[in-house]
């Protein structure tokens, strides 16, 4: 199984006018991946960039993953199995205040591997003045991930999911979090409820 791998957030380490950087994260080869997003290309909001920092601080892009469009956070989670041939997994919390879930990638030779979208969150509850609502939270701490050579599963710990989409015509529903998978491979993510696939939605 996969692990986390915990990469620090540091600070900017490349200058570069076209990008607005987020967060920034080495991962021990010489390589780094950012969130960011281009000045030049307001529609498609952030993307991971898979970079090396030049002599000059600008930065030689390698690769970037699919864009963020609306969402104004795109932060990832890193997980290993170990085994540095077989890359990384990484999770990108999606949202605003709020997740909106989790963008699954595979990043491996240098090539963002986009898994699917992972369309679940956890449910709080959050108290502001005299009011009470619910509040929903990345799950990324929660999934566990297995697999390899680009298929891979994805399950969730704790007592409970909210699942923002059953495809089944349920929206926002709440369901144990052993009930819920999914399994991905390139641009084919398939949710699996209590051990049943769930046919996606015709586009």
């Known amino acids: 199984d996969w692990h986390k791998l915990d ?9 570069n006018d076209t990008l607005l950087v987020q967060t920034t ?5 010489g390589t780094f ?3 960011a997003s281009s ?5 498609e909001g952030l993307r991971l960039y898979l970079y090396r920092p030049r002599p000059d601080s600008s930065a030689e892009v390698i690769a970037s993953s699919k864009p963020g469009f609306d969402s104004g956070t795109m932060l990832p989670t890193f997980l290993i ?3 540095a041939e077989d890359g990384l997994i990484i999770i990108a919390n999606m949202g605003e205040k709020q997740s909106w879930g989790q963008e699954a990638f595979w990043l491996k030779d240098h090539r963002f591997v986009h898994l699917g979208f992972l369309d679940v969150a956890v449910r709080g509850w959050k108290t502001i003045d005299d009011s009470t ?11 566990r991930v297995s697999g390899r050579d680009g298929s891979f599963e994805f399950s969730f710990t704790g007592d409970s999911v909210q ?5 089944q015509g349920h929206q926002e529903v709440m369901l144990p979090a ?9 641009e084919k993510p398939v949710l699996v409820i209590n051990d049943t696939a769930i046919p996606p939605k015709p586009i």
């Open 81 to 83: 199995d170990g085994h």
């Open 178 to 186: 052993a009930a819920v998978r999914y399994r991905c491979t390139e």
């Open 163 to 167: 699942l923002y989409d059953d495809q």
């Open 39 to 43: 000045n030049e290309d307001k529609r």
């Open 133 to 143: 609502f619910q509040w929903r939270t990345s799950i990324a701490d929660r999934t």
């Open 7 to 15: 990469l620090p957030i540091l600070d900017d380490n490349v200058r």
């Open 25 to 29: 994260y080495a991962l021990g080869d």
């Open 33 to 35: 991946v950012m969130a």
